[in-house]
T-cell receptor, first 114, second 109 residues
């Protein structure tokens, strides 16, 4: 099993450009999450999904959109990138609610917005 | 609303012990602990679901004081492999997970 994978690993964008980050898991988990990690800030939840076709806002959702068309995939979109979105993005999944179960994290995507 | 971790950083020699604290101003339902090595993804250590619960994993253990809204992670007889940043994650309601800023632990030979 590959676990949680993320594509791409690195990306550099110019302000105003758009992009989509892909997260895939092969553990048949219901819950999936997108976090961003900034120096000294820990992990902050952007959006999450409790099942195929459902999404919900987390702590810092502004400037991002998500979709969960298939159970195994969770996409994070930036419609118009801003320098403040420079960060490391982690995707995670859990069998049931991540509050009561281990979250499995992907390797991360390092995004730089110039 | 994020939990507060202390200390921010700690340096140990192999074999020494350390305690990392995590506290919240809000009532907690559960506490998670994760470890992240530089450039890698966070890795799960343990979850504490009940007040008063204590868990152990090898020489790493944790406690959860529900009344004080805090948790502590205990690292005993530290090894070089314990180096990394430790995060606590706290849940106040379903799916409302908040992570602390992390405690950087360095274990030296």
């Amino acid at each position: 099993n590959a676990g949680v994978t993320q594509t791409p690993k690195f990306r550099v964008l110019k302000t105003g450009q758009s992009m989509t980050l892909l997260c895939a898991q092969d553990m048949n988990h219901e819950y999936m999450y997108w976090y961003r990690q900034d120096p000294g800030m820990g992990l902050r939840l952007i959006h999450y999904s409790v099942g195929e076709g459902t999404t919900a806002k987390g702590e810092v959702p502004d400037g991002y959109n998500v979709s969960r068309l298939k159970k195994q995939n969770f996409l994070l979109g930036l419609e118009s990138a801003a320098p403040s979105q420079t960060s490391v993005y982690f995707c995670a999944s859990s069998y049931l609610t991540g509050a009561h179960n281990e979250q499995f994290f992907g390797p991360g995507t390092r995004l730089t917005v110039l | 609303q994020q939990p507060v971790q202390s200390p921010q950083a700690v340096i140990l020699r192999e074999g020494e012990d350390a305690v990392i604290n995590c506290s919240s101003s809000k009532a907690l339902y559960s506490v998670h602990w994760y470890r992240q090595k530089h450039g890698e993804a966070p890795v799960f250590l343990m979850i504490l679901l009940k007040g008063g619960e204590q868990k152990g994993h090898d020489k790493i253990s944790a406690s959860f004081n529900e009344k004080k809204q805090q948790s502590s992670l205990y690292l005993t007889a530290s090894q070089l492999s314990y180096s990394g940043t430790y995060f606590c994650g706290t849940e106040r309601s379903n799916n409302d997970m908040r992570f602390g800023a992390g405690t950087r632990l360095t274990v030296k030979p």
